[in-house]
């Protein structure tokens, strides 16, 4: 089974990722972007079990103080009815080396789970604000992936 987990940020604290980069958005004169959250992505592929995702979401990829986490079946979308509201994903491409999830392998056995897994690092921004598809396609491009070595779907 796989399972996306994405990191979020608990709401008494302050989402700094996003606030920078909504500053960057600014900084490209582009209006109609009101707010922007950041949240770290990951995908587990392998033989992992929903409650060895929790642990290894729960132990090693969140911070209990600030951040919570959701795990969803991988192939599960989200569906958005705000009009204001745009999700961006970005991914590595394929053969390209993440490093990121080659010492999450490892830290994932120091938890003592020793079973066969792939996983995969990304990013997720939510952009609140009207704003056309073309400006958000700009933004991606621009600041939030890097299009030789990174993949992204804007889910509007």
């Known amino acids: 089974m796989n399972f996306k987990i994405e990191i979020l940020t608990k709401k008494c604290f302050e989402n700094s990722r996003g606030k920078n980069m909504l500053s ?4 490209m004169h582009i209006n109609g ?3 922007v959250e950041y949240s770290p992505l990951y995908v587990i592929g392998g033989n992992i079990s929903f409650d060895e995702a929790r642990i290894i979401a729960a132990d090693l990829l969140s911070d209990k103080i600030t951040e919570t ?3 969803a079946e991988s192939d599960q979308h989200c569906k ?4 204001i509201l745009s999700m961006i994903e970005v991914w590595y491409k394929k053969n390209v080396t993440d490093t990121v ?8 056995k120091d938890l003592g789970i020793s079973k ?4 995969k690092t990304g ?7 009207r ?3 073309a400006v958000l396609s700009r933004i991606t491009t621009k600041l939030l992936a890097n299009t030789l070595i990174q993949e992204y779907k804007i889910i509007k």
């Open 33 to 35: 972007i009101k707010k």
């Open 131 to 133: 704003i056309s598809k």
């Open 69 to 71: 986490y959701a795990i």
């Open 101 to 108: 999830s080659e010492s999450i392998i490892k830290a994932v």
């Open 24 to 27: 960057k958005i600014y900084s």
């Open 116 to 119: 066969k897994f792939k996983i």
């Open 123 to 129: 990013h997720k921004y939510y952009l609140y604000g």
């Open 80 to 83: 958005i009815s705000s009009p």
